[in-house]
């Protein structure tokens, strides 16, 4: 059973284009989460998704970034008109259900994106 | 690659009980060293890092964690656990180099009142 699945691995962007980061939940997981990490902090929630819903996006910037997570493939988050502050580490997690609820957390091994 | 453990998947103590959860990591290069929580219905927090100077690091809520450089290993404690620090614990560490991170797969705590 494969974990829980990001790609790219590394995003190079420069200024101003637009950065997809994907992610595939493991089989059977219907709930995805999307946390940033800055340099030199911590994780920091953004997003979390269920199937075609957005259910909780109160960690979100509220310009140039958007997240789906379609009836069929991965989830992807989206950063329009990219800057230099983009610059960070983004992890996807996902879960059966809602997780803390009695259910884990499962971490993909994150997305590095380089704004130049 | 990198691998983060964590030996205990589910540990339960009565309330006013001390609390070590075990964390161990493969890397032997410089690692900055972080424990999350996530408490039920929540997301995840962070409750303290590691970075560099003294290894004794004070967190939130009471916790704090020690880095045994030649154990590789950062512990989480707490003297006296109470009721609302029922929650799932997850040890992370990132290399300096290369900006990878790597979470362990988590604690469940539960404390019983």
């Known amino acids: 059973n494969a974990g829980v699945m990001q790609n790219p691995r590394h995003l190079v962007r420069r200024r101003g284009q637009e950065a997809r980061l994907r992610c595939s939940p493991m089989k059977g997981h219907s709930h995805v989460y999307w946390y940033r990490q800055l340099p030199e902090e911590g994780l920091k929630f953004m997003v979390y998704l269920q199937k075609e819903n957005i259910i909780d996006e109160s960690g979100m910037p509220k310009e140039r970034f958007s997240a789906e997570f379609p009836k069929e493939g991965p989830s992807i988050l989206r950063i329009q008109q990219v800057v230099r502050g983009d610059s960070a580490a983004y992890f996807c997690?996902?879960?059966?259900?809602?997780?803390?609820?009695?259910?884990?957390?499962?971490f993909g091994s994150g997305t590095q994106l380089s704004v130049l | 690659a990198q691998s983060v453990s964590q030996h205990n998947h589910h540990v339960i103590l009565s309330e006013a009980a001390s609390l070590e959860l075990g964390c161990n990591y493969s890397y032997g290069g410089t690692v900055n060293l972080f424990w999350y929580v996530q408490y039920p219905g929540q997301h995840l927090q962070l409750l303290l890092k590691?970075?560099?100077?003294?290894?004794l690091v004070k967190g939130i809520k009471g916790f704090e964690a020690e880095f045994i450089k030649s154990k590789f290993s950062f512990n989480l404690r707490k003297p006296s656990v109470q009721w609302s620090d029922t929650a799932e614990y997850f040890c992370a560490v990132s290399q300096n180099t290369g900006n990878q991170f790597y979470f362990g797969t988590g604690t469940s705590l539960t404390v019983i009142p």
């Open positions: 590691y970075f560099s100077g003294d290894p």
């Open positions: 997690a996902s879960s059966p259900m809602m997780a803390g609820a009695n259910e884990k957390l499962f």
